[in-house]
């Protein structure tokens, strides 16, 4: 167990606020849909396009490499 059962809340107006944030991420980042052509097999690859896009909506740039 991950979290300690005093701990959870179960609660749909939180679970209501999770689903919209996965809804938004989905809707931004197509490696989130279904396994199609922008399906990453890599977690690594899944890891750093989450990043990237939660980069942009908070700073609204795309961070380049030099």
Request: hydrophobic fraction near 35%.
């Amino acid at each position: 167990m991950f979290i300690e059962e005093s701990d959870q809340i179960v609660s749909k107006t939180y679970m209501t606020r999770v689903e919209g944030e996965n809804t938004r991420l989905r809707h931004y980042l197509a490696r989130l849909h279904r396994k199609t052509l922008s399906y990453s097999k890599s977690v690594e690859m899944l890891r750093c396009s989450l990043r990237l896009l939660l980069h942009y909506l908070k700073y609204r740039t795309i961070p380049l490499s030099a």
